[in-house]
């Protein structure tokens, strides 16, 4: 469990502010400087301090344990994975740069990034860092909703008389240990329900702070993809598109009776969401939708007798 540090110091806010310094936490109202400390790392918006759900995100998260663990990785392409048919479990951000992604084959990864450093996972490792972050976040709130070893919502509405600071700044706080303390990043996005916090938490990567508010909720989706919806799949993007909806303003045009009708309980989901609307709690028993195990063979098989047994040991 992480050590326990000592209370920052985190100016509570008695006015309406829109600027939070992201390294000193020092709340503000104007300026592309903190006035306290000179950081550039500030975080503006009209509704900063007025919104409490929120995703984070750690940075390439596996790689980033590899790195801090092993330093001579440092400014390496790291892609955590292996074997000849495998795939990219993670890759660094040095190597996204080549154009490696997670769930990538192993081999496109190497033909574009030759260089890269390749490691087998280490799950303890991983499963040990998690264990300190969400400690991190218990003494933020107890609402939290992790959704892998490397990402959690968390929703602190009500929790600015505990902390005598917005969620905002806990926020900011909560990503400054996790660098100070475990050598690790995230990226944080703020905003009114889960389905935005998602979104905006892949804004701005590594190290981000994104906030998505009420009143610009409408304008920021209309011209995007649907491919942010969280859960639409290649399978579902391809039957939006055959139904003409590739933007949010492509779905506001749909009636939300015709939406259900055309795509049944996710054409509901559909019409809120282009509206931005989102009322799913932050669930520490989040129920599990499904349940999977699988396995790379190092050659084709097509024997039905093994690929039998293969199958009744997975499932």
């Known amino acids: ?12 806010y008695a006015a309406p502010m829109s600027a939070l310094c992201r390294d000193c936490l020092e709340t503000f109202e104007a300026g592309t400087r903190c006035p306290a400390c000179g950081s550039p790392r500030v975080v503006r918006h009209p509704e900063l301090f007025e919104l409490g759900i929120a995703h984070m995100d750690c940075d390439a998260f596996y790689a980033s344990v590899e790195k801090r663990d092993d330093p001579s990785l440092e400014g390496k392409p790291v892609i955590i994975g292996g074997g ?6 993670t890759a660094c951000y040095v190597a996204r740069i080549r154009g490696v992604r997670s769930a990538m084959p192993m081999f496109k990864a190497l033909q574009l990034c030759p260089d890269a450093v390749v490691l087998k996972p280490r799950m303890q490792a991983y499963a040990e860092a998690s264990r300190a972050i969400r400690a ?14 490397d990402e959690a919502f968390l929703d602190l509405r009500g929790t600015e008389r505990v902390h005598r600071a917005p969620p905002a700044a806990m926020l900011a706080r909560l990503v400054r240990r996790m660098r100070d303390e475990l050598g690790l990043t995230g990226s944080v996005g703020l905003s009114h329900n889960k389905f935005l916090a998602k979104v905006a938490s892949d804004l701005d990567k590594p190290r981000g702070f994104s906030v998505i508010g009420r009143a610009e909720t409408a304008d920021f989706l209309r011209d995007r993809p649907v491919r942010l919806i969280w859960g ?54 989040r129920a599990e939708k499904s349940i999977s195990n699988e396995s ?12 039998d047994g293969h199958l009744w040991r997975m499932a």
Do not use: C, K, N
């Open 1 to 12: 469990m992480a050590a326990r540090v000592a209370p920052e110091r985190v100016a509570f």
């Open 296 to 307: 790379t063979f190092a050659e084709d098989i097509a024997d039905p007798e093994l690929l």
């Open 84 to 89: 000849r048919r495998g795939v990219v479990s």
């Open 136 to 149: 991190m976040m218990e003494e933020l709130t107890p609402a939290i909703e992790p959704l892998s070893l």
């Open 232 to 285: 639409v799949g290649a399978a579902g993007q391809a039957a939006l598109e055959a139904a003409g909806i590739r933007t949010f303003a492509d779905l506001l045009r749909w009636e939300r009776r015709d939406l259900h009708a055309r795509f049944g309980s996710l054409g509901e989901r559909l019409w809120h969401l282009a509206r931005g609307e989102d009322t799913r709690p932050v669930s520490r028993d």
